[in-house]
Structures are given as C-alpha cells and as structure tokens.
C-alpha cells in the first residue's frame, strides 16, 4: 500500500496548475508530478531511498517557472 508522505500545490488552477507528491510505497518511494490539473499529465519517478526521492521533489519544484511556483504544502484533514 502507498501512502502520501508530502503534497506541494502552486496554489494555480486548471492548465497552469502544478502539483509534486512524495509517496512511500512498500518497496520505496516515488516523487509524482502533475501539470493541469487531476486529468493533466503525470510524470512518475522511482528510488530506492527517501533522500534520492527528497532530491527529486525539491529539483521539480524549482523547474516550474517563477511565475507559477507559489508552492503551498497540502496537509491532509483527518476526520475523527
């Protein structure tokens, strides 16, 4: 089972909309990227150690252009 560890949001929406997740997974970790939104295209890379995957989400972040990249940290809301 995969778990989302970190969620970044550029605070855009629809085609200039820019999202990077961390994602545990049970052999590893992924770093997801998205532009345009839930349909738009995903990019997906895979590592064997957190500190590689942590390399890669912070390189993603700094490729979108300055103009969109007011980046937000999502938290997740955990109903009770």
Same mark, same amino acid.
């Given at each position: 089972?995969?778990?989302?560890? =970190?969620? /970044? !949001?550029?605070?855009? &929406? *629809?085609?200039?909309?820019?999202? +990077?997740? @961390?994602?545990?997974?049970?052999? *590893? /970790?992924? +770093?997801?990227?998205?532009?345009?939104?839930?349909?738009?295209? =995903? +990019?997906? %890379? &895979? !590592?064997? %150690?957190?500190?590689?995957?942590?390399?890669? @989400?912070?390189?993603?972040?700094?490729?979108?252009?300055?103009? @969109?990249?007011? /980046?937000?940290?999502?938290?997740?809301?955990?109903?009770?």
């Amino acid at each position: 089972m995969a778990a989302r560890v =970190e969620h /970044w !949001f550029n605070r855009r &929406y *629809g085609l200039n909309r820019r999202d +990077v997740f @961390l994602i545990r997974t049970k052999t *590893g /970790w992924q +770093v997801l990227g998205r532009a345009g939104g839930a349909d738009g295209r =995903e +990019v997906t %890379h &895979y !590592f064997d %150690h957190e500190a590689d995957a942590r390399r890669m @989400l912070q390189r993603m972040l700094a490729a979108v252009p300055s103009e @969109l990249s007011d /980046w937000a940290k999502m938290t997740q809301i955990r109903r009770r």
